[in-house]
């Protein structure tokens, strides 16, 4: 079927304010990964989920970001009293399978003003 | 530290000749390599992989080559195409596997028609 999809594709919201962003997988895929996007960087690690528990957290860069998986399927990433420096682009993918082939989805571009 | 380098920010090539985008990694532990292609506004697209047990993948116009002893992975694309402009990023993983990607910065790739 369709591929990752994620809403909003665009997020503004002042410094202070709480977001969420949803992913939505591949149907049938068990893993599902956030990854951060900075202006000319690569995507960053933040949390990997296998079915509905998260199997890594290490990348969350502190406690105001929380992401859950509640039916094993869509996910969302949330994070409270939001900061300037969390602007950036958010990439949710999904993998079922082949090792490590990870599908993305376009992003949810926030901009914390 | 970058564990997944990209030391070229950019690279320009004209249609028809050899594109060639290299990616040095640090961890010891990486296993399983993958290039993956981002067009703007659009999420990373997968292209092509290599496990460490390999030196040579081939799929098209794309081979990724690895060198092990020399830490070092390089994207060969012939003949480039206008249609290959895009921001290409090696990324890495310690586990085949559902495992969290490791990426570097990327490198823009213009192919002058």
């Known amino acids: 079927g369709a591929g990752v999809s994620q809403t909003p594709s665009n997020k503004v919201t002042e410094k202070g304010k709480y977001v969420e962003l949803r992913c939505d997988p591949i149907?049938?895929?068990?893993?599902l990964y956030w990854y951060r996007q900075s202006l000319g960087q690569g995507p960053e690690f933040l949390i990997y989920?296998?079915?509905?528990?998260?199997?890594?957290d290490s990348g969350l860069p502190n406690d105001r970001f929380f992401a859950v998986r509640p039916e094993g399927s869509v996910s969302t990433l949330k994070i409270q009293r939001t900061e300037r420096g969390d602007s950036a682009v958010y990439l949710c993918?999904?993998?079922?399978?082949?090792?490590?082939?990870?599908?993305f989805g376009p992003g949810t571009r926030l901009t914390v003003l | 530290d970058q564990q997944v380098k990209q030391n070229s920010p950019s690279l320009s090539v004209q249609e028809g000749r050899i594109s060639i985008l290299n990616c040095d990694y640090t961890?010891?532990?990486?296993?399983?390599f993958l290039w993956y292609k981002k067009y703007p506004a659009e999420g990373p697209t997968f292209l092509i992989s290599?496990?460490?047990?390999?030196d040579k993948n081939e799929d098209g116009r794309f081979t990724v080559f690895l060198n092990k002893s020399a830490k070092h992975l390089s994207l060969h694309i012939v003949p480039s195409q206008p249609g290959d402009s895009a921001v290409y990023f090696c990324?890495?993983?310690?586990?085949?596997?559902?495992?969290?990607?490791?990426f570097g910065k990327g490198t823009r790739l213009s192919v002058i028609a």
């Open positions: 993918a999904s993998s079922f399978g082949v090792p490590d082939e990870q599908f």
């Open positions: 149907s049938g895929h068990t893993a």
């Open positions: 989920f296998q079915g509905t528990g998260a199997a890594d």
């Open positions: 961890n010891s532990m990486f296993d399983y």
């Open positions: 290599i496990s460490s047990i390999k």
């Open positions: 990324a890495a993983s310690a586990g085949s596997g559902n495992t969290p990607l490791v």
